[in-house]
């Protein structure tokens, strides 16, 4: 099959004057020589389009494909996730992960709070804030107590989310939140602050297909800022941040040659139900709202111990070395370009005509290892 490739390539925001900040979602040469050669892999016929110009201008040429592999992200508005894909839609041409409702849905984390609030799903209490004045009289009646945690409302890599993103009082939160509006010009997400455990689950597949990996849980060491997961935890993990799997017995540890090369797994420990109740809720929240294909749900528990959704990311980071989903998935038997042919088998099913006729009629293959 003719699959395209969109992305958004960090060099070229680069060049065009943008910071590192920025820049900071945009992937790196090599994710997009990883995942196009993991797609080539795996039979298919790879053209690489760039990003949602480059797809425009290709369009309007007259190029096609079977189906668009998109990790773009976009620039600007509440919809750059979605602009591939509603462009893709408009043109009756496939694509992986998730459709536009979805994308733009889970950018804006108060939209999405929301829906799942709506649905009965755990998440911390919060509220959307457009403006510092009034900030008392905003939050009043939400059940909000102190300490808070706030951080731009549509956002992700950990942008904004700094060593000060925990106010302990009504001061540091207004403090906070001026210094969040002025430098990100969106509103900002108020929510409780949870003080247990945090971990990601990555999820492969679309609906009933749809299957929960071990969780990876955050343990933040004793040179990283504390308490939260800030962007410069994540960036600068090494001596910072040891990631571990939760599991069950029997499952097993495999660091591949790309993702040992650079972050070494911990060491499996066993904790069956934290690791079962992570992957429910995860699992629920991915059916929920609709996501496909492959992604991640992030979560953290409060100081009882329950576990709440904070995030959702149906378009999750594939690089090869040091993205959450790749690391999941290796440590649980699976290589990177097994990965990437389990996100396309999912995404084939959606192809029209004997290929994907074919796909659907197929048991499931994302079954556990």
């Given at each position: 099959?003719?699959?395209?490739?969109?992305?958004?390539l960090?060099?070229?925001?680069?060049?065009l004057?943008?910071?590192?900040?920025?820049?900071?979602?945009?992937?790196?040469?090599?994710?997009?020589?990883?995942?196009?050669?993991?797609?080539?892999?795996?039979?298919?016929?790879?053209?690489?389009?760039?990003?949602?110009?480059?797809?425009v201008?290709?369009?309007?040429?007259?190029?096609?494909w079977?189906?668009?592999?998109?990790?773009?992200?976009?620039?600007?508005?509440?919809?750059?996730?979605?602009?591939?894909?509603?462009?893709?839609?408009?043109?009756?041409?496939?694509?992986t992960?998730?459709?536009?409702?979805?994308?733009?849905?889970?950018?804006?984390?108060?939209?999405?709070?929301h829906?799942?609030?709506?649905?009965?799903?755990?998440?911390?209490?919060?509220?959307?804030?457009?403006?510092?004045?009034?900030?008392?009289?905003?939050?009043?009646?939400l059940?909000?107590?102190?300490?808070?945690?706030?951080k731009p409302?549509?956002?992700?890599?950990?942008?904004?989310?700094?060593?000060?993103?925990?106010?302990?009082?009504?001061?540091?939160?207004?403090?906070?939140?001026?210094?969040?509006?002025?430098?990100?010009?969106?509103?900002?997400?108020?929510?409780?602050?949870?003080?247990?455990?945090?971990?990601?689950?990555?999820?492969?597949?679309t609906?009933?297909?749809a299957?929960?990996?071990?969780?990876?849980?955050?343990?933040?060491?004793?040179?990283a800022?504390?308490?939260?997961?800030?962007?410069?935890?994540?960036?600068?993990?090494?001596?910072?941040?040891?990631?571990?799997?939760?599991?069950?017995?029997?499952?097993?540890?495999?660091?591949?040659?790309?993702?040992?090369?650079?972050?070494?797994?911990?060491?499996?420990?066993?904790?069956?139900?934290?690791?079962?109740?992570?992957?429910?809720?995860?699992?629920?929240?991915?059916?929920?709202?609709?996501?496909r294909?492959?992604?991640?749900?992030d979560?953290?528990?409060?100081?009882?111990?329950?576990?709440?959704?904070?995030?959702?990311?149906?378009?999750?980071?594939?690089?090869?070395?040091?993205?959450?989903?790749?690391?999941?998935?290796?440590?649980?038997?699976?290589?990177?370009?097994?990965?990437?042919?389990?996100?396309?088998?999912?995404?084939?099913?959606?192809?029209?005509?004997?290929?994907g006729?074919?796909?659907?009629?197929?048991?499931?293959?994302?079954?556990?290892?």
């Open positions: 099959m003719k699959i395209g490739f969109c992305y958004d960090k060099r070229d925001y680069l060049a004057g943008f910071s590192e900040e920025d820049a900071l979602e945009f992937d790196s040469p090599v994710t997009i020589d990883g995942l196009a050669g993991a797609i080539a892999a795996c039979g298919h016929e790879v053209d690489r389009i760039g990003n949602v110009r480059g797809l201008e290709r369009l309007a040429a007259g190029d096609r079977d189906l668009v592999f998109t990790i773009a992200e976009g620039v600007s508005g509440y919809g750059r996730e979605a602009q591939v894909a509603a462009l893709l839609d408009a043109y009756g041409i496939p694509y992960f998730s459709d536009p409702l979805v994308c733009a849905l889970t950018l804006h984390k108060g939209m999405t709070k829906v799942l609030r709506d649905r009965g799903i755990p998440t911390p209490p919060f509220a959307v804030i457009e403006r510092a004045e009034g900030l008392d009289a905003q939050l009043a009646g059940g909000l107590e102190y300490p808070v945690f706030a409302v549509a956002e992700g890599t950990s942008k904004g989310i700094g060593p000060d993103a925990r106010a302990d009082d009504p001061q540091a939160l207004r403090g906070l939140v001026e210094r969040l509006l002025q430098r990100f010009r969106q509103p900002v997400l108020v929510e409780g602050y949870l003080s247990g455990r945090e971990c990601t689950v990555g999820i492969l597949g609906g009933e297909r299957r929960a990996l071990l969780p990876m849980e955050v343990l933040l060491q004793p040179g800022d504390q308490g939260i997961y800030t962007w410069g935890n994540k960036e600068n993990w090494q001596g910072r941040v040891q990631y571990r799997l939760v599991g069950t017995a029997g499952a097993r540890v495999i660091p591949t040659p790309e993702v040992g090369q650079h972050m070494p797994p911990a060491p499996l420990f066993e904790d069956d139900a934290f690791a079962r109740e992570a992957m429910d809720l995860a699992l629920r929240t991915w059916r929920t709202l609709g996501c294909d492959g992604g991640r749900v979560l953290r528990a409060d100081g009882a111990g329950r576990l709440h959704v904070l995030e959702v990311n149906p378009l999750p980071g594939l690089n090869p070395h040091h993205s959450d989903l790749p690391i999941l998935a290796a440590n649980q038997g699976t290589p990177f370009r097994d990965l990437v042919a389990q996100i396309l088998e999912s995404a084939l099913r959606r192809v029209p005509g004997p290929r006729e074919a796909l659907a009629a197929r048991p499931p293959a994302l079954a556990a290892r």
